[in-house]
């Protein structure tokens, strides 16, 4: 079975006991590394993928060959994106007609930050410019572009590139909404049992919570010589009680996200019954 994620710590952590054969009656799976910005567009259309992590901002996208599998992903409080700038002006309207670089367009980071702009950016941000998420704090910290948003373990890390942080996606949207911040989504194809994939993922998260040492060399392989401390800050933030189940509040969230967004005009209408389904 093909599956693909990501090689950050939270994803590697989800995944390692379902991938090395500690989950009894699974099948062979071939990983395939790539982050989000990848991953969005091969959900659009028919793959050779069984399962993917996507975010949850591309699923108004999703091909009519994928399901929502209502675990595996990352979903939480505290974590969301960071808006960053090299200066020490954080007043939001200093970002009117001025460059930024962002992770994806399909990404709930990009959602998040459309939305927070709309709120606090009342003459317009100018261009968006896509990249790596890894290549954002250093294009920011050498003026290549005035600021950034950034996800993953940048939170932890961007004081080391000289950064100031301008605004906390996630503790704007918590403020606004009441709710977690959806980001990362587990989608497999429709033709497989969903409640088998669950069950599966499920099975993966709760080895990884009573076996943490066994994941950690493979976590650490993929994790782009990041200090083990700020990998398991990474993983202790990202895998929660939302990522073994979403639950109403998880679905709650998405709802609200995507509702939002399309209200906007930055996403199609989506149908919710279907989500769930």
């Known amino acids: 079975m093909n599956i693909v994620y990501s090689p950050c710590p939270n994803d590697t952590f989800v995944f390692h006991a379902l991938v090395h054969g500690q989950i009894p009656n699974t099948p062979d799976f071939t990983v395939t590394y790539a982050d989000i910005d990848v991953t969005n567009t091969l959900v659009t259309k028919p793959s050779d993928y069984d399962i993917l992590k996507i975010s949850y901002a591309a699923l108004p996208w999703l091909s009519d060959e994928y399901r929502l599998i209502p675990c595996g992903g990352a979903l939480g409080r505290g974590n969301g994106p960071l808006v960053l700038t090299a200066d020490q002006n ?83 949207w918590e403020a606004d909404t009441g709710l977690p911040i959806p980001l990362g989504a587990i989608v497999a194809r429709r033709s497989l049992d969903p409640a088998e994939i669950t069950s599966w993922i499920q099975a993966s998260v709760d080895y990884g919570w009573k076996h943490p040492e066994q994941s950690r060399p493979y976590i650490l392989s993929h994790a782009q010589e990041m200090d083990p401390e700020v990998a398991q800050q990474h993983i202790n933030l990202y895998v929660n009680e939302f990522t073994r189940n979403l639950g109403e509040e998880g679905f709650g969230a998405i709802e609200a996200l995507l509702g939002r967004a399309a209200a906007e005009g930055l996403v199609p209408e989506i149908d919710f019954e279907k989500l769930r389904s």
Not at 131 to 153: N, T, W, Y
């Open 90 to 172: 954080t007043k939001p309207e200093s970002l009117s007609g001025k460059r930024i670089a962002v992770p994806s367009e399909r990404s709930t980071a990009y959602l998040l930050f459309r939305l927070w702009a709309a709120q606090n950016v009342p003459s317009g941000i100018g261009e968006i410019v896509v990249m790596p998420f890894d290549q954002i704090m250093p294009a920011v910290r050498d003026g290549k572009i005035d600021a950034g948003l950034v996800i993953h373990e940048a939170r932890f890390t961007y004081p080391s590139y000289g950064l100031s942080l301008m605004a906390d996606m996630g503790t704007w």
